[in-house]
Each structure stands twice: as structure tokens, then as C-alpha cells.
């Protein structure tokens, strides 16, 4: 049996960690929170005191940490996996970061003689604590088809896409059309809401037709039951779309309900703060909705 090895233990890392330990596996485990290692050693993984111990123990290293300089500093900062990775171990990054910097990364692996996928992840909390979790995968078939099986024990909806990158350019495209159908479900329901209807039973309704997708079944019970507690947190989807944004401005291509997504998630942190669930961006549809002509 390979060893593993599984570095950031956060909202999504801490369930996927705990379905590797379910099947049977040694799981090394490291974060920068020192309570979040010791909460999985006591659910059976090994606790590491830093990514390089994880890398020296581990065949395949699983990253999961919040953006690209987050997965930077895992890789190849002081104490990171590069210090101590093995020649022939196989680094799996779930995290959702920059399409172009996951190519130099996996370049700079390829010279240490260790093969990378990069492996984004939709399907939230909830996907990642059923198991559910879409897996979008940048890499070459073969190293693909060695991981899979950890994947299976993940996720179900795992596809590879293309070359080192392509996992995550799939995933900024699954953060566009997440955005924009948040902005529509709370604009749907702050419309409802303030013509006088129950945003609860339009919600129910609105889920069995056309207008239904998993954004109105989650985020929009959220929305109606004012649970902004992540979940995802707006910073990190504030992340994605600066990723959208910026490739689609290299692109020479305009993505522009994006861009409206992106301008109404600053006003709920210019409020709110970051750490809200992306489901909060219903407050700024409803401090827009609050002004009426007398
Ligand atoms: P999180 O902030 O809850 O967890 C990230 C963890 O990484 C934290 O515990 C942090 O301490 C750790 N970390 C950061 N830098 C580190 C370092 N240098 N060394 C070790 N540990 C480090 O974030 P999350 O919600 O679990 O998201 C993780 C990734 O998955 C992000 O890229 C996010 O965009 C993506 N994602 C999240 C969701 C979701 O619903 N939460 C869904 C899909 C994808």
C-alpha cells in the first residue's frame, strides 16, 4: 500500500483526510494549525511537524491549502515538500490556484524526478464530506491512472482534462459559472422576496424546474436560512474570479456577469468581511433591494 501523505487540513482537507483513514491507509498529516494536526492524529493520522516530514514519508503528497503562494510555500519554501520528497513519489495538488503557476510547479517537481498532478475539486463542504466531490485533473495519463483510486475514494465525477494546468483552468471555468449562478439564485429570491412572496417556498418551487441546479438546493436554503458560516469562503472565491478575470484579460476575451459577481462579492466584504460563506452574496442584492421610490 502506497503511503500518503496529505498536507492542509481545513474546511475540505479534514473530511478527504478522514475517507483515506476510512479505507485503511497511513495518512501523514501536516497545517500551519497546529489543533487541526492533532484533531486528525486523533482520528488516526500520523502528525507531521512540517511539509517536508510529510514529503520524506510519503509515495503520494496531497496539498490542499487556500491559494497559489499558500502552495507555493508547501512546495518550495523553508521546510516544504521539495526538501525532502523522494524521486518517484507523485505530488497531488487539490488546492485552486493559478492554471500558470501549477505548469512552472509541476516543472520545477519534474526536475526533483517527481511527477504532479493538479486536481481542483467542486462540490463544496457537503462534496467533500459525502465523498462527492467533482475531480477536474491536469497531468499525464499513466501518473493519472495510479491516483485514481485515491480520487474514487474522494470524489465520484473524475475527469481528466489535459495537460498539467488544464485541471485548473477547468476549475476556474466551474468558479465563473458558480458565481454568476449565485447572483442569479439571490437575485430570483431577493426579487420574490420583496414582491411579497415566501423566498422559502418560491425556493422549493423554483427547484423543481428549470431555474433548479445544486446553488438553489444549498446555497439558496443558506440564503433563506441566513447561515453565512463557510462552507466557501467569499476570499477564496474571491481568488477564483481575480483568476478569471486576469486569464480572461489575456485572453482578449470579456466575461462580464463574471465581472458583475466579482464587483457584488467587494460590497459584502467591504460589510461583512471575507470569511462569510459565497452564499452571502444575497446581502448585496438586498441592501440594493432595501431603497424604495415613496
Ligand atoms: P481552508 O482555509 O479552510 O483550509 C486551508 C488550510 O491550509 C488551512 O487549514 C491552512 O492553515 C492550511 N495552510 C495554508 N498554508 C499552509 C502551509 N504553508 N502549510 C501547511 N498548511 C497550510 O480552505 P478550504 O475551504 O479547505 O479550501 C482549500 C482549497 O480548496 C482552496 O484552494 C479552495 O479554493 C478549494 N475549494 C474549497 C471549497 C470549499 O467549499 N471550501 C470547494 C472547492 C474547492
Same mark, same amino acid.
Given at each position: 500500500?502506497?503511503?500518503?501523505?496529505?498536507?492542509?487540513?481545513?474546511?475540505?482537507?479534514?473530511?478527504?483526510?478522514?475517507?483515506?483513514?476510512?479505507?485503511?491507509?497511513?495518512?501523514?498529516?501536516?497545517?500551519?494549525?497546529?489543533? !487541526?494536526?492533532?484533531?486528525?492524529?486523533?482520528?488516526?493520522?500520523?502528525?507531521?511537524?512540517?511539509?517536508?516530514?510529510?514529503?520524506?514519508?510519503?509515495?503520494?503528497?496531497?496539498?490542499?491549502?487556500?491559494?497559489?503562494?499558500?502552495?507555493?510555500?508547501?512546495?518550495?519554501?523553508?521546510?516544504?515538500?521539495? +526538501?525532502?520528497?523522494?524521486?518517484?513519489? %507523485?505530488?497531488?495538488?487539490?488546492?485552486?490556484?493559478?492554471?500558470?503557476?501549477?505548469?512552472?510547479?509541476?516543472?520545477?517537481?519534474?526536475?526533483?524526478?517527481?511527477?504532479?498532478?493538479?486536481?481542483?475539486?467542486?462540490?463544496?463542504?457537503?462534496?467533500? +464530506?459525502?465523498?462527492?466531490?467533482?475531480?477536474?485533473?491536469?497531468?499525464?495519463? +499513466?501518473?493519472?491512472?495510479?491516483?485514481?483510486?485515491?480520487?474514487?475514494?474522494?470524489?465520484?465525477?473524475?475527469?481528466? %482534462?489535459?495537460?498539467?494546468?488544464?485541471?485548473?483552468?477547468?476549475?476556474?471555468?466551474?468558479?465563473?459559472?458558480?458565481?454568476?449562478?449565485?447572483?442569479?439564485?439571490?437575485?430570483?429570491?431577493?426579487?420574490?422576496?420583496?414582491?411579497?412572496?415566501?423566498?422559502?417556498?418560491?425556493?422549493?418551487?423554483?427547484?423543481?424546474?428549470?431555474?433548479?441546479?445544486?446553488?438553489? +438546493?444549498?446555497?439558496?436554503?443558506?440564503? %433563506?436560512?441566513?447561515? !453565512?458560516?463557510?462552507? !466557501?469562503?467569499?476570499?477564496?472565491?474571491?481568488?477564483?474570479?481575480?483568476?478569471?478575470?486576469?486569464?480572461?484579460?489575456?485572453?482578449?476575451?470579456?466575461?462580464?456577469?463574471?465581472?458583475?459577481?466579482?464587483?457584488? !462579492?467587494?460590497?459584502?466584504?467591504?460589510?461583512?468581511?471575507?470569511?462569510?460563506?459565497?452564499?452571502?452574496?444575497?446581502?448585496?442584492?438586498?441592501?440594493?433591494?432595501?431603497?424604495?421610490?415613496?
Amino acid at each position: 500500500m502506497a503511503q500518503l501523505g496529505f498536507i492542509g487540513l481545513g474546511i475540505m482537507g479534514k473530511p478527504m483526510v478522514g475517507h483515506l483513514l476510512a479505507a485503511g491507509h497511513t495518512v501523514r498529516v501536516y497545517d500551519l494549525v497546529e489543533a !487541526f494536526v492533532k484533531e486528525m492524529a486523533e482520528k488516526g493520522a500520523v502528525a507531521c511537524a512540517n511539509s517536508r516530514e510529510v514529503a520524506s514519508q510519503s509515495d503520494i503528497i496531497i496539498v490542499m491549502a487556500p491559494d497559489t503562494p499558500d502552495v507555493n510555500a508547501v512546495l518550495f519554501g523553508e521546510n516544504g515538500v521539495a +526538501e525532502g520528497v523522494k524521486p518517484g513519489s %507523485i505530488v497531488v495538488d487539490m488546492s485552486s490556484i493559478s492554471p500558470i503557476e501549477t505548469k512552472v510547479f509541476a516543472m520545477k517537481l519534474a526536475d526533483l524526478g517527481v511527477e504532479m498532478l493538479d486536481a481542483p475539486v467542486s462540490g463544496g463542504q457537503v462534496g467533500a +464530506e459525502k465523498a462527492i466531490l467533482s475531480i477536474m485533473v491536469g497531468g499525464k495519463q +499513466e501518473v493519472f491512472d495510479k491516483i485514481k483510486p485515491y480520487f474514487e475514494l474522494m470524489g465520484k465525477n473524475i475527469v481528466l %482534462i489535459g495537460e498539467n494546468g488544464a485541471g485548473q483552468t477547468c476549475k476556474v471555468a466551474n468558479q465563473i459559472a458558480v458565481a454568476v449562478t449565485i447572483a442569479a439564485t439571490a437575485e430570483a429570491l431577493t426579487f420574490a422576496s420583496k414582491a411579497g412572496a415566501d423566498p422559502a417556498k418560491v425556493r422549493e418551487a423554483l427547484m423543481g424546474g428549470l431555474a433548479g441546479s445544486r446553488i438553489m +438546493e444549498l446555497l439558496g436554503e443558506r440564503m %433563506i436560512a441566513r447561515n !453565512f458560516q463557510p462552507g !466557501f469562503r467569499i476570499r477564496l472565491h474571491q481568488k477564483d474570479l481575480n483568476l478569471a478575470l486576469q486569464s480572461a484579460r489575456s485572453l482578449h476575451m470579456s466575461i462580464p456577469s463574471t465581472a458583475i459577481a466579482q464587483q457584488m !462579492f467587494n460590497a459584502v466584504e467591504a460589510r461583512d468581511g471575507t470569511d462569510f460563506d459565497h452564499s452571502a452574496m444575497v446581502l448585496a442584492l438586498e441592501e440594493l433591494a432595501k431603497h424604495t421610490v415613496a
